[in-house]
């Protein structure tokens, strides 16, 4: 089964910038919507972020608009997730996840998933 990797994750002070990045395994997933989640201690994972095969459409949480930018590279089987100003809300780990039948926001309908990325935000 294809396998999805992030990268990209740290410590990184409020204000400040991190890319994250997921690659695919299969090269067959660059024909599924992608998706950004996150999951912080105590609370269930919530959607980021999602972006369309093509990447002509693109869904944000109404929290991360403006700050975030999704984005893909179909030739390099890679989604991105470009955060800008940061805040110490955005802490979490980072899941990138893939759905055959378009973008979706809803965890349960996504099919794969990566491991995670760690993103700290200090204040």
């Known amino acids: 089964q294809a396998r999805l990797e992030e990268s990209g994750g740290g410590l990184v002070q409020a204000g400040g910038s991190l890319r994250l990045s997921c690659v695919a395994s299969?090269?067959?997933?660059?024909?599924?919507?992608m998706g950004w989640f996150r999951q912080a201690p105590g609370k269930e994972r919530e959607f980021v972020s999602a972006?369309?095969?093509?990447?002509?459409?693109?869904y944000y949480q109404e929290s991360v608009k403006g700050r975030f930018t999704i984005s893909r590279d179909n030739s390099k089987a890679t989604v991105y997730l470009q955060m800008d100003s940061l805040k110490p809300e955005d802490s979490a780990v980072y899941f990138c996840?893939?759905?055959?039948?378009?973008?979706?926001?809803?965890?349960?309908?996504?099919?794969?998933w990566g491991k995670g990325t760690q993103v700290t935000v200090s204040s």
């Open positions: 299969e090269r067959s997933l660059t024909s599924y919507a």
């Open positions: 996840a893939a759905r055959r039948n378009g973008p979706s926001a809803e965890v349960d309908r996504m099919e794969y």
């Open positions: 972006i369309s095969q093509s990447g002509g459409r693109t």
